[in-house]
């Protein structure tokens, strides 16, 4: 069992072209960090799990970053069809993500070693 001294540590594969993780309390810039290790609470309601990466989470190409799904496409998360639906879900997202707070993932990230290749499975 971790201790507070040896917490567990988790493995996530980020993107090769994520931006690096900011400092806790800078402005989120997509790093998609917090939401592979685990969902936030709007992520438990979507991805029906308390564990794992959040099923909201997309990577923008032309954006160089990940994005809340919830907040940039929730029609296509949810299934959600209709214009105004669509449109009060990411109102709603943006303020139960606490979207613009900044970053409050107090994980620590390390660099693949040397002697694991990334993979090409995604």
């Known amino acids: 069992m971790p201790s507070p001294s040896h917490p567990a540590s988790t493995v996530v594969w980020l993107h090769p072209e994520a931006p690096a993780k900011p400092a806790e309390g800078a402005p989120c810039n997509g790093c998609g960090l917090c939401c592979l290790a685990e969902p936030c609470p709007l992520g438990v309601v979507v991805s029906?799990?308390?564990?794992?990466?959040?099923?909201?989470?997309?990577?923008?190409?032309?954006?160089?970053?990940?994005?809340?799904?919830?907040?940039?496409?929730?029609?296509?998360?949810?299934?959600?069809?209709?214009?105004?639906?669509?449109r009060a879900m990411a109102?709603?997202?943006?303020?139960?993500?606490?979207?613009?707070?900044?970053?409050?993932?107090?994980?620590?990230?390390?660099?693949?070693?040397?002697?694991?290749?990334?993979?090409?499975?995604?």
């Open 48 to 86: 029906r799990r308390r564990k794992g990466a959040c099923v909201a989470l997309r990577w923008s190409d032309a954006e160089q970053r990940y994005l809340c799904g919830m907040v940039s496409d929730p029609g296509g998360v949810t299934g959600l069809t209709h214009a105004w639906a669509v």
């Open 91 to 122: 109102a709603l997202a943006r303020r139960w993500i606490a979207s613009g707070v900044g970053c409050d993932a107090r994980l620590q990230t390390q660099p693949l070693p040397p002697s694991l290749p990334p993979t090409s499975d995604g």
